[in-house]
């Protein structure tokens, strides 16, 4: 049974770079019907989009994060991560990996989720 | 980017009764290319409905999508105790975006 597992540290001081990973397990991340995604959930909010990556090396941002995310594939690791640059308190929240069926020309709903790890900005 | 508008905020039901739930679009969503999740506290979301009313495996059909274009719905026809949870719209026809969600409280 697949699975999916986010690691990283913590806590993050402002202005730092924050650093997660997600784990596959039961499925393989070099897998072309696939395509993996981060997704946030700030303290008592909604979900907001970070990015996803396919084929390995393509990217899709969220504009207003786009200029501090980056997503990789970790192929021999059979992991992807998330880098998200410059800190601040407003980038706490709980951070999912997720995994979507890629559809060619588009992506699909996300039908598999790590179980989240929570991300604390603070010096 | 597509701009999703959930209504209500919060939904007060009891057991038994029926949920309607609504999702509106800023722009057309292409393809409906239109899913919903269920979330409870402390948990990962989980995927209900694709493409605006395919049930995801192992869902009960007691939950139901419609819609087309700017206009969806999520059903849930007789609601269960499991039921209570926020619920959230997302589309993927141009990137990824989420709906402010939907809380569904007992009453």
């Known amino acids: 049974q697949e699975q999916l597992q986010e690691s990283g540290p913590g806590l993050v001081k402002p202005s730092e770079t924050l650093s997660l990973t997600c784990t596959v397990s039961g499925g393989s991340v070099s897998s072309g019907s696939y395509y993996w995604s981060w997704i946030r959930q700030p303290p008592g909010k909604g979900l907001e989009w970070i990015g996803y990556i396919y084929f390995s090396r393509n990217t899709n941002y969220n504009p207003s994060l786009k200029s501090r995310v980056t997503i990789s594939v970790d192929t021999s690791k059979n992991q992807f991560s998330l880098k998200l640059s410059s800190v601040t308190a407003a980038d706490t929240a709980v951070y999912y990996c997720?995994?979507?069926?890629?559809?060619?020309?588009?992506?699909?709903?996300?039908?598999?989720w790590g179980q989240g790890a929570l991300v604390t900005v603070s010096s | 980017e597509s701009v999703l508008t959930q209504s209500p905020g919060t939904l007060s039901l009891s057991p038994g009764e029926r949920a309607t739930l609504s999702c509106r679009a800023s722009?057309?969503?292409?393809?409906?290319?239109l899913a919903w999740y269920q979330q409870k506290p402390g948990q990962a979301p989980r995927l209900l409905i694709s493409g605006a009313s395919s049930r995801a495996p192992g869902i009960p059909d007691r939950f139901s999508g419609s819609g087309s274009g700017t206009d969806f719905t999520l059903t849930i026809s007789r609601l269960e105790p499991e039921d209570f949870a926020a619920y959230y719209c997302?589309?993927?026809?141009?990137?990824?975006?989420f709906g402010g969600g939907t809380k569904v409280e007992i009453k």
């Open positions: 722009q057309s969503v292409r393809s409906n290319y």
């Open positions: 997720a995994r979507g069926r890629h559809l060619g020309r588009a992506v699909g709903a996300s039908d598999l």
């Open positions: 997302q589309q993927y026809g141009s990137s990824l975006t």
